[in-house]
């Protein structure tokens, strides 16, 4: 098949999804587990081929530790936790159907808003191999068909897996109506050109993987990308900070897991903990974490002044481009702001709208940054970190967006519906109103009177 028959399949796909119950899509996610379940050992073998390319690939520079180790899917209970996803989404409710407006504009006159899928999404992924499993079971639970197309250095994996997806819809019995083309996967390079050009029958895009990977999703498409392509997470302490809060957030908010977008890559701090010393304990906490500190003058030489000598070495002056850089490393960026004002300007100025944090005991501060800072999450004294969908309770994450339309931060399967309005009249026309004629009574329907 060609790309373009694969994107048309795609969206003929989904106009049969539109009217799956929540009961057939569940049926449709525990056959798949069940099947993935029986031919575990094909795909693993599939993944030992991957490991093996892989292996060379990173001896020889061209693909980093960090994605090898995503890429396994063998190893300890990876492939356990996989299928155990698939029931977690099937518990979740269905997001489509659901009325998120009633109202009756006259007497057999009534108009309601109801979420239904998107339609056909696009998902661009490296290494992962289990983003395979985890957006197709989503992209069904919500009513939606998907096309994926994974990283190279996963081929065999990425394929295994989509054939196993699309032999057991295939299996469903007649009744259940979900195709197998509602999952679909394209293998090389060239056909992501050729999908980003098919806004015609492609919704939305949904990248998965580095910044320059969206980056280029995002210039080089018409269709809307649900994503971000930095992670530029700051914490900000505040004169009015418990410096031993302060110590536990920022440390965890930086090392917990520093590959992650919403780990902390820049460090403000209110210039009176410097003359206080105050400041000193959170610095040596991140120290003694492995933490590299890249710092303006005034911090630089403060810290060179007042922490332990064996770890002043960890102590770097920074460069401008460090309050712009995801560093997803052991690595800080930290300056001085004289408050929170200065805070929500730098935040506002070189952030990425992705999470950031203040810490503090006072309320009014608190919601000043809160309501100042342009980000999709704004905390008042906990880590960044918490920015992932498992954590807010959404069961499952499609993916972090910064974008401020239809979805925003943590994006969970109400990222992957949006709303019709469906009007039912009896035979009224729009002349029927106006000056001297009859009125809309624009009244809210009570949900025990609901048409649908």
């Not at 998120?100 to 504009?105: C, D, E, K, P």
């Not at 992650?260 to 010393?277: D, Q």
Request: glycine share 6%; with cysteine; charged share 25%.
């Amino acid at each position: 098949m060609t790309v373009l028959d694969i994107a048309r399949s795609a969206r003929l796909a989904s106009v049969r999804l539109q009217s799956v119950t929540d009961q057939q899509k569940n049926e449709a996610l525990l056959r798949i587990k069940q099947v993935l379940s029986e031919r575990r050992q094909e795909i693993f073998e599939a993944n030992e081929q991957d490991k093996k390319m892989a292996e060379d690939l990173v001896k020889s520079g061209n693909l980093s530790s960090s994605l090898f180790k995503r890429l396994d899917v063998c190893q300890g209970d990876k492939f356990d936790t996989i299928l155990s996803g698939v029931s977690d989404i099937v518990t979740l409710p269905d997001p489509t159907k659901k009325i998120t407006l009633a109202t009756q504009l006259d007497d057999g006159l009534e108009l309601y808003r109801v979420t239904v899928p998107v339609g056909v999404l696009l998902t661009i992924f490296e290494a992962r191999p289990e983003v395979v499993v985890n957006i197709s079971c989503l992209a069904l639970k919500s009513g939606n068909a998907v096309i994926l197309k994974g990283g190279k250095e996963a081929t065999h994996t990425n394929a295994a897996l989509a054939r196993v997806i699309q032999d057991a819809l295939a299996s469903l019995p007649a009744s259940n109506g979900i195709p197998k083309e509602a999952v679909q996967i394209v293998e090389t390079r060239e056909d992501i050109g050729a999908l980003l050009d098919l806004d015609r029958y492609i919704d939305l895009v949904v990248p998965r993987g580095s910044n320059s990977l969206v980056k280029h999703i995002q210039n080089n498409t018409r269709i809307p990308v649900l994503g971000h392509a930095d992670g530029i997470c700051s914490v900000y302490i505040d004169k009015e900070a418990d410096i031993k809060k302060a110590e536990k957030i920022v440390v965890d908010s930086k090392t917990n897991y520093t590959a992650a977008c919403n780990s902390a890559e820049t460090l403000l701090v209110n210039e009176s903990l410097l003359k206080s010393g105050e400041f000193t304990s959170v610095a040596i906490a991140l120290l003694k974490a492995g933490v590299t500190l890249k710092c303006e003058d005034n911090v630089y030489q403060f810290l060179h002044q007042s922490v332990p000598k064996e770890l002043a070495s960890k102590v770097e002056k920074s460069v401008p481009e460090d309050f712009e850089t995801e560093f997803l490393d052991l690595i800080m960026a930290v300056k001085t702001v004289a408050d929170v004002d200065g805070a929500v300007v730098h935040i506002n100025e070189h952030g990425s709208k992705h999470t950031d944090a203040i810490v503090t005991e006072n309320k009014d501060t608190a919601e000043y940054f809160m309501t100042r800072v342009d980000a999709a999450g704004c905390y008042w004294n906990a880590s960044t970190r918490f920015a992932d969908g498992f954590r807010y309770g959404f069961g499952a994450e499609v993916g972090v967006s910064t974008n401020k339309t239809h979805a925003r931060g943590p994006v969970g399967l109400e990222g992957l519906v949006i709303y019709k309005y469906k009007l039912f009249g009896n035979g009224q026309g729009a002349a029927d109103f106006g000056a001297g004629k009859k009125q809309f009574q624009h009244s809210t329907i009570p949900a025990s009177q609901y048409k649908l």
